[in-house]
């Protein structure tokens, strides 16, 4: 492969991760935002541990059927599809404060965020190629890192002062990113 070439790889992988890091400084911090809601507005332990597990359930159910279509229909709708998802979940709470919306929210962020990483790791094996594949899959990891660290502690911060709606509000922000540049995107994997 070229040099050049390679060096597009390079930059369209970053990007990518780029994209994945907004969207998953949503997921995590709304995990700690919507736990915290909910058992600030009296909800019980175990009605919180529901909640966090919703963001698992549609993932369990869907994750192959959705490989599937990425598979037939490439990357980029399926990924920007996740992110206006990430991005509806963020907003439900800020715009419908109270328990049966972050239950809904939490659902539609888990299967959102799993519809948009299932395509990232897609996207990030045909962008590494089969000798780099290892490397852009630890990348992507470190990009994930460094999300799961942002996301509690940026939520937790704006939750400390000024309260639950602003969160949310603010990662609402985060999956901009990902959809204008998905939606002005002319590739596809």
């Known amino acids: 492969m070229s040099r050049g070439r390679r060096g597009g790889r390079h930059r369209t992988l970053f990007a990518l991760i ?3 890091i907004a969207n998953h ?9 919507v736990t915290l809601d909910a058992l600030a507005g009296g909800a019980t332990a175990a009605t919180a541990g529901v909640l966090i597990a919703l963001y698992a359930f549609l993932p369990m159910l869907l994750a192959v059927p959705v490989g599937r279509v990425i598979d037939r229909i490439g990357v980029r709708r399926p990924m920007l599809v996740g992110s206006i998802g990430v991005a509806a979940g963020a907003a439900l709470p800020a715009l419908w404060p109270g328990l049966p919306t972050l239950y809904v929210a939490a659902t539609l962020l888990g ?6 990483q299932v395509a990232t790791q ?3 094996g045909e962008l590494s190629g089969p000798d780099a ?4 899959y630890s990348l992507l990891a470190l990009g994930y890192s460094l999300s799961s660290f942002a ?3 940026i939520t937790g911060f ?3 002062h000024w309260g639950y709606r602003s969160a949310y509000a603010l990662l609402v922000v985060f999956p901009l990113l990902p959809i204008v540049a998905l939606a002005a995107a002319r590739w596809g994997c």
Request: overall charge neutral.
């Open 18 to 20: 780029a994209l994945g």
């Open 25 to 33: 400084i949503v997921l995590t911090g709304t995990r700690v935002a």
């Open 111 to 116: 299967a959102s965020f799993m519809i948009f």
């Open 122 to 124: 897609y996207a990030t």
């Open 133 to 136: 594949r290892a490397e852009g």
């Open 151 to 153: 996301g509690p502690l």
């Open 158 to 160: 704006v939750i400390d």
